[in-house]
């Protein structure tokens, strides 16, 4: 199956950095560095630390740790 290398995901609270808005990121599949001091099933349990170490590693434009808080809602 060929699946696309960058999803894009729209947020449900925009975040004001600096004079822009972000709206929507663009995630994409971690690499094996992107990985590195994290644990396997500490992600697949989504245990919110992990998430906030690995989404700037992974999205485009990256999200600091204090953005994660704001644009991670979990439903």
């Known amino acids: 199956m060929n699946e696309p ?3 894009s ?3 449900d ?3 004001a950095r600096g ?3 972000i709206d929507t ?3 994409r599949m971690p690499h094996g ?3 590195r001091g994290l ?3 500490a992600l697949l349990n989504l245990d919110y630390g992990a998430l906030e170490t690995l989404l700037p590693r992974i ?3 990256p999200l600091t740790k204090p953005e994660s808080p704001r644009s991670i809602r979990p439903t």
């Open 9 to 11: 995901v729209t947020l």
């Open 33 to 35: 560095g992107e990985l």
């Open 5 to 7: 290398e960058l999803r």
């Open 39 to 41: 644990s396997l099933s």
């Open 19 to 21: 004079d822009q808005t």
């Open 59 to 61: 999205t485009i434009p």
């Open 25 to 27: 990121v663009q995630v």
């Open 13 to 15: 609270a925009p975040i």
